[in-house]
């Protein structure tokens, strides 16, 4: 891992190239890319099941967000959560002495993570990067890795956040916002709400009212396009922060070498013209801890910084990685150091640090950054809002969602002299939904042999509630259960018969009713 003297955190968290490549080739029933939540549940069915599998995984670490500061879990409603899923929640409460808890510190998830795979036999293999894949007839035949290795398999789960495997097989895909008129939809495309917004008149000029000084960092020239019309760009993206006011455990934030107060003027203005929330996401976990997370016009959220990423190569990544370090390590030190801020805001923060006892091998920093959307698969079905309100329910599913539809700002946009961000949605749901099998599958005739339970058939916007690591953990485990049907035959993925599946997803202990409909809630157990 390198280092670097400007900085108290590794400049290395995510990729970086082999330095010796040694050519071998493994062959297993099931090769699972990426050590997401839903890749644990995912390996550790087909463990339990007997299947020989391996995960490939382009990290050091197990778990994705759940392992790495998403701690306050966005739930939606708990009794929708069953099987892997449910017995993760078991024992993490079990870890603090209660049956079930969805808040949590990263270590413990971690621990949770890594005795579920110790147990099952599962065998991960870190820092494997994608480099090519091999087909015939439609079907997956190996997939190579930039260190040398090529694993052989008969069926394949992609449980990338970003769709990475899937892409490489040749499966359609789809980054960015749809039009809502492109699937009957209300809350898709472009949107300019009241959520996250600057709720007062912020100018947007490098020197107030001057606009030949041109706009503040991070801000496009209006005028907007029309609502609910499609474009290239997803939500932002930040790191979930396990932070603590608790002095014996609390080491300093790290100060980027790239520091420019410049970039948080526009939280300067904001915070100088009395808002008042600033501390409303330092969500409490256990032992004094937080996972804080994006609140209001200007915070931890990179707005504008994640639209390369889905696309991006692994180095390229790497670069937007650290750039987003950058703009969220600067933050912190603009808030401690800058006499912008309200003195009596300054010495509150001043309290905060990061945590000593979390993520040592990266300075108490998170080693996952927050990819909230990347790449989306059009596959056999495609989940859209109407599925999400239960306005036109699903007949094959694989699993339930039941987080409100929630996306993040997309753009920041300067009109009439103030500024505004754009793409925030936070649209609440009745009640717990079905989510298709075919939603995880490719459509016909697109590799025949490959399940997909992060990067989902799905609409920007009902993305934005399938998106929780909860569903991530049991689709992971239902891609499992529809492979290891597979295995018994040709059949593609897209053709398996449900009425095989359903017995199957309940005998795991798998939640498909929504008869039953329980009010789900935006946060919490």
């Avoid at 409460?93 to 890594?114: N, R």
């Avoid at 056999?380 to 339930?400: I, K, Q, R």
Wanted: proline letters at 7%; charged letters at 20%; glycine letters at 10%.
């Amino acid at each position: 891992m390198k280092s670097d003297a400007a900085r108290t955190i590794p400049t290395l968290f995510h990729y970086e190239p082999p330095t010796c490549v040694k050519e071998t080739t493994r062959e297993v029933d099931v090769l699972v890319y990426g050590g997401t939540s839903a890749g644990v549940t995912a390996a550790v069915h087909l463990c339990r099941q007997g299947r020989s599998v391996v995960i490939a995984n382009p990290s050091r670490e197990v778990g994705g967000l759940s392992t790495s500061g998403l701690g306050f879990t966005d739930v939606g409603n708990k009794h929708a959560i069953g099987g892997l899923a449910a017995t993760f929640y078991q024992a993490v409460g079990k870890h603090y002495g209660i049956d079930w808890k969805a808040q949590f510190e990263p270590h413990v998830a971690s621990k949770v993570f890594k005795q579920l795979l110790s147990n099952a036999g599962v065998e991960v293999l870190p820092m494997e990067f994608l480099l090519g894949v091999e087909s015939e007839d439609g079907r997956l035949v190996s997939a190579t890795f930039e260190s040398g290795l090529t694993v052989r398999a008969r069926q394949f789960i992609d449980a990338t956040y970003e769709g990475d495997l899937a892409a490489m097989a040749g499966v359609t895909m789809h980054v960015g916002r749809e039009s809502n008129a492109e699937f009957g939809e209300t809350r898709n495309g472009v949107q300019c709400g009241p959520h996250h917004q600057f709720s007062m008149p912020v100018d947007p000029y490098v020197l107030p009212g001057v606009p030949s000084s041109g706009l503040l960092p991070g801000i496009e020239p209006g005028p907007l396009p029309a609502t609910g019309s499609a474009d290239h760009r997803v939500q932002a993206y930040n790191f979930r922060m396990c932070m603590t006011d608790s002095a014996s455990n609390r080491r300093p934030f790290p100060v980027p070498a790239t520091y420019d107060p410049l970039r948080y003027e526009l939280l300067a203005r904001v915070l100088e013209s009395g808002w008042p929330e600033f501390f409303k996401k330092f969500d409490r976990i256990p032992n004094g801890k937080t996972d804080t997370n994006n609140h209001g016009p200007v915070s931890s959220d990179f707005i504008g910084g994640s639209h390369f990423w889905p696309r991006a190569s692994h180095a390229q990544r790497e670069a937007l990685f650290q750039a987003h370090v950058d703009w969220q390590a600067g933050l912190y030190h603009f808030l401690n150091t800058s006499p912008r801020i309200p003195k009596e805001l300054r010495e509150a923060f001043a309290a905060w640090g990061l945590a000593a006892d979390e993520f040592p091998e990266t300075g108490g920093w998170p080693h996952q950054l927050y990819i909230r959307e990347g790449r989306r698969m059009r596959g056999a079905f495609v989940m859209t809002e109407n599925h999400c309100t239960n306005s036109h329910p699903v007949d094959d599913p694989a699993g339930l969602g039941a987080y409100q539809m929630d996306s993040h700002n997309c753009r920041r946009f300067a009109r009439d002299g103030r500024v505004f961000n754009e793409g925030d949605v936070q649209a609440r749901l009745e009640g717990p939904y079905g989510i298709s099998y075919r939603a995880l599958v490719p459509r016909k005739g697109e590799c025949s042999n490959l399940l997909v339970p992060c990067a989902l058939s799905a609409t920007h916007i009902a993305f934005g509630s399938l998106r929780m690591e909860p569903v991530f953990m049991v689709l992971g485990q239902s891609c499992a259960i529809a492979a290891d049907l597979l295995l018994e035959s040709q059949t593609p993925a897209c053709e398996l018969p449900y009425a095989d599946l359903r017995p199957a997803l309940l005998e795991a202990g798998q939640i498909l009713h929504t008869e039953h409909r329980v009010k789900s809630f935006q946060f919490g157990e």
